[in-house]
């Protein structure tokens, strides 16, 4: 079975302060995909990155980063500089590489962003 | 851009009424999903359909049934709304591929009194 486990229920942070939102996954196959959403206070879920399992190189996208590691099982988001609009609700995902599998989401992990 | 409506964005339903949810997507996507989003519990699959005519339980089907007619259309049931079914409704869509990811709608926030 899979699973993904966000441990970090909120996080709160003072603007301009860097934030790491941890990602574990659980899963028996040997390819996959992650992914990373956000959703912010308009309740409209945002795809951010999709990752797949044999490419375990990080990626930066402005003040975004993602840290792959397939020995941890841990796909963890970096913020770095938080803005208020950073202010979301994040939720990690996982699916299968073969087949129409749907998205096993975590829990999400609520953060604020304080002015 | 990928465009996934829902017919309401907050409803009151009375306990014990039938209930409809209409998801609408534009992109001519084969897969659509219905999930339901509760304080704690993160996103939970309820449905998924993978074509016209087809569905797919999720983790946590009961209490619920879809209707998937056209490619674009995917409504959720309520058959007889309880209380505890009381949440945000959030209904997605994708292609088929290993390459996919889904696009959310915006929600729809119901109430059962």
């Known amino acids: 079975a899979q699973k993904v486990t966000q441990a970090q229920t909120e996080i709160s942070v003072v603007e301009k302060e860097d934030v790491t939102l941890d990602c574990v996954y659980e899963?028996?196959?040997?390819?996959?995909?992650l992914f990373w959403y956000k959703q912010p206070p308009s309740g409209e879920l945002v795809f951010l990155i999709r990752?797949?399992?044999?490419?375990?190189q990080n990626e930066i996208s402005g003040r975004y980063s993602w840290n792959f590691q397939k020995s941890t099982s841990s796909f963890n988001f970096t913020i770095t500089a938080s803005q208020v609009v950073d202010s979301a609700v994040y939720f990690c995902?996982?699916?299968?590489?073969?087949?129409?599998?749907?998205?096993?989401f975590g829990k999400g992990t609520r953060l604020s962003v304080i002015a | 851009d990928v465009k996934v409506t829902q017919s309401s964005r907050y409803l009151v339903k009375r306990t014990g009424e039938k209930v409809f949810l209409e998801c609408v997507q534009d992109?001519?996507?084969?897969?659509m999903f219905w999930y339901r989003q509760d304080p704690g519990l993160g996103l939970r699959l309820i449905y998924f359909?993978?074509?016209?005519?087809?569905?797919e339980k999720g983790d946590i089907p009961e209490g619920y049934s879809v209707s998937r007619e056209k490619k674009e259309r995917f409504s959720l049931i309520l058959e007889s709304a309880s209380t505890n079914q009381t949440s945000m409704y959030l209904c997605?869509?994708?292609?088929?591929?290993?390459?996919?990811?889904?696009?959310f709608g915006p929600g729809t926030r119901l109430t059962v009194t």
């Open positions: 359909s993978y074509d016209v005519k087809m569905k």
């Open positions: 990752r797949n399992s044999f490419d375990e």
């Open positions: 899963t028996r196959d040997t390819t996959y995909y």
């Open positions: 997605a869509s994708s292609t088929t591929g290993t390459l996919y990811e889904q696009y």
């Open positions: 995902a996982l699916r299968s590489y073969s087949g129409n599998t749907p998205l096993v």
């Open positions: 992109m001519d996507h084969e897969n």
